[in-house]
Each structure stands twice: as structure tokens, then as C-alpha cells.
């Protein structure tokens, strides 16, 4: 079984940038879909930004142009690059992978990180 596990996140001002990166534990080559998703308080969990295998990225409208989504095969990571960031940004950002061409789920989760933006 696949582990996602998100790191990176912390509290930054209004304006800020900060990257969380999400580690699989192990090759990502071949899965075809990764998502950043986040959630904030009271609030459905929403798609963020997602990169296909193809290297095609997706962004929420409320993101785009301020965060880059990434993926390194090599180092089995995808990143989400967050900049001129708005308190509206804050909440648990989760990564997510379709692991069927891995003989695993389509909906596979990592356990989330936190990310404040504040003054």
C-alpha cells in the first residue's frame, strides 16, 4: 500500500508563499492523476490543483496564477507552490492520489497539513 504523507505547512502572513510537498512512499511514475485538496473550517473539502501523468495541470479559479502545482517522478513528490497567499487560503491541504494503475484505490488520501494565513 501506497503512504502519502504531506509536510511543509505552517502560518504565514498575508502575501506570503509556501510550498507543501506531499512524499509517497513509493515510485509515482505511473499514477495518473495527483491532487492537492484542501479543507477549512465549516467548509467542504475542495480541489485545489491537480497534475496529470501528461504533465497537464488543473487549478481551482480561486488559485490560479499563485499556486503551481508539481510533480518529480524521481523523488516520488508533488508540490504545491502557494503564492501571495490570502487568509481565504487557510485550512488542512490534503494530497490525493488515483492509484489504480498501482492496483490501488482511485481516492487515496494523505493525512492533511496545516496551512494559516495571518497577520
Known amino acids: 500500500q501506497v503512504q502519502l504523507v504531506e509536510s511543509g505547512g505552517g502560518l504565514v502572513q498575508p502575501g506570503g508563499s509556501l510550498s507543501v510537498s506531499c512524499l509517497a512512499s513509493r515510485s509515482i511514475f505511473s499514477v495518473n492523476v495527483m491532487s492537492w485538496y484542501r479543507q477549512a473550517p465549516g467548509k467542504q473539502r475542495e480541489l485545489v490543483a491537480r497534475v496529470f501523468s501528461d504533465g497537464r495541470t488543473i487549478y481551482a479559479d480561486s488559485v490560479k496564477g499563485r499556486f503551481t502545482i508539481s510533480k518529480i517522478n524521481a523523488k516520488n513528490t508533488v508540490y504545491l507552490q502557494m503564492n501571495s497567499l490570502k487568509p481565504e487560503d487557510t485550512a488542512v491541504y490534503y494530497c490525493?492520489?488515483?492509484?489504480?494503475?498501482?492496483?490501488?484505490?482511485?481516492?487515496?488520501w494523505g493525512q492533511g497539513t496545516q496551512v494559516t494565513v495571518s497577520s
Open positions: 490525493n492520489a488515483d492509484l489504480r494503475s498501482l492496483g490501488g484505490p482511485a481516492d487515496y
